[in-house]
T-cell receptor, first 113, second 114 residues
Framework: NAGVTQTPKFQVLKTGQSMTLQCAQD?????MSWYRQDPGMGLRLIHY???????DQGEVPNGYNVSRSTTEDFPLRLLSAAPSQTSVYFC????????????FGQGTRLTVV | AQKITQTQPGMFVQEKEAVTLDCTYD???????LFWYKQPSSGEMIFLIY??????QNATEGRYSLNFQKARKSANLVISASQLGDSAMYFC???????????FGGGTRVLVKP
């Protein structure tokens, strides 16, 4: 059972480069989200989606784009990478419901030099 | 807006002893859920326990229990009989019932000593 799959696991980018972090889930969850984790700051919400075709901004959306063309996939795009975007990125999915926990991918460690 | 505060950046605990991780929260939502996640050194996020704001009893899952005090807006995690494998980062999180957006605290790093 795959759950939430993120690729790549590690990535090094040069300042100004663009890239897409992939996220796919096979649990038919409506809700998907992207977080970044920086030391001492926990996880902060970048963007989220409540279903195919619907996305919205989270707490720290600047410099990132998302789209949700299918229920399964929720890619995160870095338009022009900056050193401040060096972080660990997590994708998560959950079904709607009061007591439903979020399922997380393994994370992507991104370094921007 | 929601806010989660974990005041203990790190702590040591002796193997086989219990440890309490503090979590306080602030929200204007009338109904919400509280979650604890474990992040070992390998990096994955592991769900531990859930408490709903309307639940009358404190949640328990094996060696994990949640000490929920709604009036004080606290949701402390208690790990009983600590094991070496409990060494990890622990995050408290919450979300309103009306929505799925999780808000996380800054985390507490636990190191279990043999």
């Amino acid at each position: 059972n795959a759950g939430v799959t993120q690729t790549p696991k590690f990535q090094v980018l040069k300042t100004g480069q663009s890239m897409t972090l992939q996220c796919a889930q096979d649990m038919n969850h409506e809700y998907m989200s992207w977080y970044r984790q920086d030391p001492g700051m926990g996880l902060r919400l970048i963007h989220y989606s409540v279903g195919a075709g619907i996305t919205d901004q989270g707490e720290v959306p600047n410099g990132y784009n998302v789209s949700r063309s299918t229920t399964e996939d929720f890619p995160l795009r870095l338009l022009s990478a900056a050193p401040s975007q060096t972080s660990v990125y997590f994708c998560a999915s959950s079904p709607f419901g009061e007591n439903t926990e979020a399922f997380f991918g393994q994370g992507t460690r991104l370094t921007v030099v | 807006a929601q806010k989660i505060t974990q005041t203990q950046p790190g702590m040591f605990v002796q193997e086989k002893e219990a440890v309490t991780l503090d979590c306080t929260y602030d929200t204007s939502d009338p109904s919400y859920g509280l979650f604890w996640y474990k992040q070992p050194s390998s990096g994955e996020m592991i769900f531990l326990i859930y408490q709903g704001s309307y639940d009358q009893q404190n949640a328990t899952e094996g060696r994990y229990s949640l000490n929920f005090q709604k009036a004080r807006k606290s949701a402390n995690l208690v790990i009983s009989a600590s094991q070496l494998g409990d060494s990890a980062m622990y995050f408290c999180a919450m979300r309103p019932f009306a929505g799925n957006k999780l808000t996380f605290g800054g985390g507490t790093r636990v190191l279990v000593k043999p």
